[in-house]
């Protein structure tokens, strides 16, 4: 089971990236997967997450009316669209999916990285001013 995280890149602050995250070892498509983030010397940090059928988002409030999170489930691929890039979105970006089949949970779980069972290696982003 693999998740591989691509699209991070040098952007000038106001600038966009879209984040991929490839599948495959297994079908994703009835996991919750999400994106977390983790800036230099601090905690890994909710981002972003979707439900296995694709109607249900949550954002951080951070993030909110900039990120944009989606999936193709045929593909087995999840993106995280980001506009309006700011300096402190600066970090390492991780995909994430949880292992069951279809579930949902209540909403605050879906923030937690304990919810999450697979993760990708990482994808950098980097936000200059």
């Known amino acids: 089971v693999q998740l591989q995280a691509s699209g991070g890149g040098l952007v000038q602050a106001g600038g966009s990236l879209r984040l991929s995250c490839a599948a495959s070892g297994r079908t994703f498509s009835r996991s919750v997967m999400g994106w977390f983030r983790q800036a230099p010397g601090k905690e890994r940090e909710f981002a972003a997450a979707v439900g296995w059928s694709g109607t249900s988002t949550y954002y951080a409030d951070s993030v909110k009316g900039r990120f944009t999170i989606s999936r193709d489930n045929v593909n087995n691929t999840l993106y995280l669209q980001m506009n309006s890039l700011k300096p402190e979105d600066t970090a390492v970006y991780y995909c994430?999916?949880?292992?069951?089949?279809?579930?949902?949970?209540?909403?605050?779980?879906?923030?937690?990285?304990?919810?999450?069972?697979?993760w990708g290696q990482g994808t950098l982003v980097t936000v200059s001013s």
């Open positions: 994430a999916a949880d292992r069951n089949n279809g579930r949902t949970y209540l909403e605050g779980a879906y923030y937690r990285t304990g919810t999450y069972h697979y």
